[in-house]
């Protein structure tokens, strides 16, 4: 990293050096990228290196022959950055603004993006993912051009941590931990086995190997557009924040609004169910560990709530 900022803050910085010198490497080119932290991860695919972080301001970097400076250009106001090197001099192939990610992976057609959170996570300015409390969170695009394909969350009602991830011929292989008593990962249910009963549940390391070619969610029967408002939904099912869920079933984020097909199917309910839960606004903000605003009738109340 180097400093920016007057010094109160890093870029992050990508180099290449040659190591064929008997006594010591020698930089062959150095790319800085913005202002925000020096988190972040690189993977080097063929002739390209990509490289994700942190960004909170204005970046541009510089491009390569045939390719426009606005491809280049970031504004560091969706918290991150993706972007593509190419591996010979370190100019940018393209480069695009979405939310922090730690790591990242490549093959020849796509990149896959990896990291954790429990804030909202915009993969663009269109495109956002509510954790239900700390998720897992991954996102695939086009490698070449940076066009986003998916992006979604793993996880359920206990925290949901993500590791590490690594390429394989077959596709990414996701590594974390999780305290929650089942995840879903499109038709594939891992259990925790350490569970020890409903509610208090002990971390698990899970792994994950996704596959590199895509189906659609199971409740959607068609996508022509690729867009969810042109998409075909099964009409006893709702598509909701990601996740495919029965007419009645609650969200897993927010358990006391609940599917209503017959009313929409893309969007929970305006009021909760309050025959079996209590429904507390947070307005004392986000606690790290994602504060929940549905409870089960008994449970106690949070300090937030005003009864």
């Known amino acids: 990293a180097t400093s920016c900022e007057n ?9 290449a050096f040659d190591v064929s ?13 913005g202002c925000g932290d020096r988190e972040g ?32 250009t970031m504004n560091g106001a969706l918290g991150g950055f993706l972007v593509k090197l190419s591996k010979a001099d370190g ?12 790591r990242v992976v490549a093959n020849a057609d796509f990149v896959w993006t990896a990291t954790s959170d429990d804030d909202p996570f915009s993969f663009d300015a269109e495109h956002v993912v509510i954790p239900a409390g700390t998720d897992t969170i991954v ?30 011929p077959q596709g990414p292989i996701a590594v974390g931990y999780s305290s929650s008593d089942a995840i879903v990962v499109g038709a594939v249910t891992a259990n925790n086995l350490q569970q020890e009963d409903e509610e208090n549940g002990q971390r698990a390391m899970f792994v994950i190997q996704m596959s590199k070619t895509d189906t659609l969610p199971s409740c959607i029967t068609a996508c022509p557009t690729d867009e969810l408002s042109g998409a075909t939904i099964d009409p006893n099912s709702c598509y909701i924040e990601g996740k495919c869920l029965a007419h009645d079933a609650p969200s897993p984020r927010l358990p006391c609004f609940m599917c209503d097909a017959k009313t929409n199917q893309t969007a929970l309910p305006a009021l909760p169910d309050l025959t079996n839960h ?3 606004a947070n307005e004392g903000g986000r606690r790290s560990d994602g504060s929940k605003t549905c409870y089960k009738r008994g449970e106690g109340a949070p300090a937030y709530a005003r009864y």
């Open 21 to 33: 010198p008997s006594d010591k490497p020698i930089a062959s080119w150095v790319t800085v990228i």
């Open 91 to 102: 100019k940018c192939v393209w480069a695009k603004d979405m939310g922090r990610t730690t």
């Open 139 to 168: 996102g695939k695009f086009q490698a070449s051009d940076g066009v986003g394909l998916w992006g979604d969350l793993i996880g359920a009602d206990g925290r949901d941590s993500f590791y590490d991830m690594a390429m394989t």
């Open 278 to 280: 209590c429904y507390f």
């Open 7 to 15: 010094g109160t803050d890093a870029s992050m910085v990508v180099a």
């Open 41 to 72: 991860g690189t993977f080097v695919e063929g002739d390209y290196i990509y490289v994700s972080g942190r960004l909170e301001g204005n970046s541009t970097l510089t491009p390569v022959a045939g390719v426009t400076e606005a491809t280049c």
